[in-house]
C-alpha cells in the first residue's frame, strides 16, 4: 500500500466512484423496488453525474505541495446534496464532510488517514440517520467494509487486495460478535476513543 496518497489520486478516486454509481443506478432501483420505494437508482445516479462534474470542474487548490484535501472533499459533499437533497443524498454528503473535516488543511494523506476517514464518514452517517447497526440500512455495510479497510492498512496489504475474505457472515441483529462479547467495558483501540459508545455498538452488533 503507498505510503502516500497525493491529491490527484484522491480526485481520480471520486471520480471513479462517482462513475459506478451512474453506471449502477438501474441496479439500485432494482434493488431498491424490493425493499423500499424504488427511487434509489435515481438519487445514485444524480449524485455520481454530480460528483464526476464537480471532480473535473474544481481543481484542488494550487498551493505548493498541493492543495486543502479536506476542504475539498467537503466541498463534494456539498455538491452530493445540493444534486440530490435526499434522505441517502445527505447521508452521502455528511460522509463526505467528516472524512473531510478530518484531513482538513492536508496536503497529501497516509493509510491511517483514510481509515480515519473511513470511520469518520461511517459515524457521521450513524449520527445523521439515527439509525443502528442491525437495522437493515446502509450502515449494515459501511461499519464492516471500515473494518476490513482498517485491517488490511494494519497488515500492510495493498488497496487492490480483496477485503471481502476479511469479512465474517452477517450475524442476527441482537447477536454480539464472539470478539465484543469477551471485551471489555473498555475496548482496545479506536472504540476506546471519545465516540466509545457508538462506535463500540457499531462493531458488536
Known amino acids: ?62 498551493a505548493p505541495g498541493g492543495g486543502d484535501i479536506g476542504k475539498w472533499l ?37 493509510p491511517d488517514d483514510l481509515v480515519t476517514m473511513f470511520r469518520a464518514a461511517a459515524e457521521g452517517m450513524q449520527e445523521r440517520g439515527k439509525a443502528k447497526l442491525g437495522d437493515k ?16 492498512v494494519a497488515d500492510h496489504a495493498s488497496l487492490a487486495q480483496p477485503a471481502a475474505s476479511r469479512w465474517t457472515k452477517p450475524r442476527p441483529a441482537a447477536t454480539p460478535s464472539p470478539r465484543c462479547a469477551a471485551a471489555s467495558a473498555a475496548p482496545a483501540g479506536w472504540a476506546s476513543a471519545p465516540k466509545a459508545r457508538s462506535t463500540r455498538d457499531a462493531r458488536c452488533w
Do not use: H, W
Open 1 to 62: 500500500m503507498a505510503e502516500v496518497i497525493r491529491t490527484q489520486a484522491v480526485v481520480d478516486a471520486l471520480a471513479r466512484a462517482a462513475a459506478v454509481l451512474e453506471a449502477q443506478s438501474a441496479y439500485f432501483t432494482e434493488l431498491d423496488q424490493a425493499v423500499g420505494d424504488g427511487d434509489m437508482g435515481i438519487t445514485m445516479g444524480k449524485i455520481g453525474v454530480a460528483l464526476q462534474a464537480y471532480a473535473a470542474e474544481t481543481p484542488v487548490d494550487d
Open 74 to 110: 467537503a466541498q463534494a459533499g456539498m455538491a452530493a446534496n445540493r444534486a440530490c437533497p435526499s434522505t441517502m443524498g445527505t447521508l452521502l454528503a455528511t460522509a463526505l464532510m467528516r472524512a473531510g473535516k478530518e484531513v482538513r488543511g492536508k496536503t497529501e494523506l497516509t
Open 137 to 152: 440500512t446502509i450502515l449494515d455495510a459501511i461499519f464492516p467494509a471500515a473494518d476490513a479497510f482498517a485491517a488490511a
